[in-house]
């Protein structure tokens, strides 16, 4: 359920911003006309999109485990958006219209990357090649983990959130739990294209072993 409700907003969250910067290009572009027919036809689709995108996004939201200081700035960004939107297609504001497409744009970079500057902090001073001599596989899957992992799993593992496994009492071997992560199981995704870098699968697990009891 918490998987698909995932999709769901992540899709509602595309199909809006698809929509709004094609209402962006028309009015910049001056092409009134092609805006009205537009947002005519877009009207119903659009406010069904909108109530699933902040729907899903609210219940999201309550099953993290800790709400960190970037998904307070995306829900805020996100918010201010929307009254520029509004503003600048029933005004054609060029300006208003602008600012709310850019910061839907960072609202959704900040999202992707959970970081308000588009870094991922857990990765500084982490050597991520394992042919370095200062390679700490530990680390490496530590970062990993932090970025892909924690927000269902927790910081111990045992969080369970979304429907997630309390890997702290998991009896698999490392091959099993380095297959789980690549292809994905049940709730989870697979995760063979996101981590497909040499040594990331192995890095990961490695650190989930660690977290057992």
Known sequence: MH??????????????????LVKAYYLLTDRKK????????????????SFIFLA?????????????TWLI???IVVLASIPLAIVGIKKENKAAMAASVGLLLYAFG????KSLTFTKPAFENVVTDPQS????????GAAIYQVNCERCHGVDGNAGLQGAPDLTKSQM????????????KSVMPSYQNMLSKPGEIAAVTTFVESLKK
């Open 3 to 20: 998987t698909g409700m995932l999709h769901t907003h992540v899709l509602s969250v595309t199909l809006f911003l698809i929509i709004y």
């Open 34 to 49: 092609e805006l009205g027919k537009f947002s005519k036809w877009t009207k119903i689709p659009e406010m069904v999109i």
């Open 56 to 68: 899903t996004g609210v219940y999201l939201t309550t099953q993290v485990e800790k709400i960190e």
């Open 73 to 75: 700035v995306k829900i």
């Open 110 to 113: 900040v999202a992707e990357s």
């Open 133 to 140: 001599p200062s390679y700490d596989a530990m680390k490496h």
């Open 173 to 184: 071997s490392f091959e099993q739990k380095a297959m789980i992560i690549t292809l994905g």
